[in-house]
């Protein structure tokens, strides 16, 4: 994933907490349900193949975001609608 064993170990002893970009990378490296790893709430893993997909696809695109004022910008939308969710 890019990491250097330095940055692990930091991780691993509670140095450094991890930015939400290495939280996403490890979600769709390895299918674990973002809310889970944050929370400990649902399920570990991501059980459906749409939902796979939807995450795929959006990860796909988000990349293709070339200024990171844009994907600031869609970060904030995206976390503006958990906000909604979470008012339902």
Same mark, same amino acid.
């Given at each position: 994933m890019g990491i250097s064993r330095d940055a692990i170990a930091n991780l691993e002893n509670n140095r450094v907490s991890p930015q939400k970009m290495l939280i996403q990378s490890i979600c769709y490296e390895f299918d674990v349900n973002e809310e889970w790893?944050?929370?400990?709430?649902?399920?570990?893993?991501? @059980? @459906?193949?749409k939902e796979k997909d939807n995450l795929d696809e959006l990860i796909?695109?988000?990349?293709?975001?070339? @200024?990171?004022?844009?994907?600031?910008?869609?970060?904030?939308?995206?976390n503006g609608l958990l906000d909604m969710q979470k008012k339902e």
């Open positions: 790893l944050n929370t400990g709430e649902g399920g570990i893993f991501i @059980s @459906s193949k796909r695109t988000f990349k293709q975001l070339d @200024s990171p004022n844009l994907q600031k910008y869609a970060l904030e939308q995206i």
